[in-house]
Nanobody, 123 residues
Framework: QVQLVESGGGLVQAGGSLRLSCAAS????????MAWFRQAPGKEREFVAAISSSGINTYYVDSVKGRFTISRDNAKNTVHLQMNSLKPDDTAVYYC????????????????WGKGTLVTVSS
């Protein structure tokens, strides 16, 4: 069992930045690839970014490439999503997740989910 707790969500103006964090509990948390998904009101949940267990490989959905950066600190069992140049379309509940590989996470193959943190971007 892995417990994931997101933090850092909030209200930010368009063009601003926000950093989300996800704390993972468990002695083997560092062996998991991790990812962020988001779900906007009335929309399907979509993949946003993923990172391998080593932190070497990363994946992003096209709409956030160049603006968002996923990173992890295995010593602290945390993963982060640095979001820059935020747009109103980024407004969503952001969910932390983990799985066996970063690639599989990009396809929605998820082992554990966090409860989510709300990000609201005003125009």
């Amino acid at each position: 069992q892995v417990q994931l707790v997101e933090s850092g969500g909030g209200l930010v103006q368009a063009g601003g930045s926000l950093r989300l964090s996800c704390a993972a509990s468990g002695r083997t948390s560092s062996t998991y690839a991790m990812a962020w998904f988001r779900q906007a009101p009335g929309k399907e949940r979509e993949f946003v970014a993923a990172i391998s267990s080593s932190g070497i490989n990363t994946y992003y959905v096209d709409s956030v490439k160049g603006r968002f950066t996923i990173s992890r600190d295995n010593a602290k069992n945390t993963v982060h999503l640095q979001m820059n140049s935020l747009k109103p379309d980024d407004t969503a509940v952001y969910y932390c997740s983990c799985g066996s590989s970063a690639y599989s996470l990009t396809k929605g193959v998820v082992d554990y989910w966090g409860k989510g943190t709300l990000v609201t971007v005003s125009s």
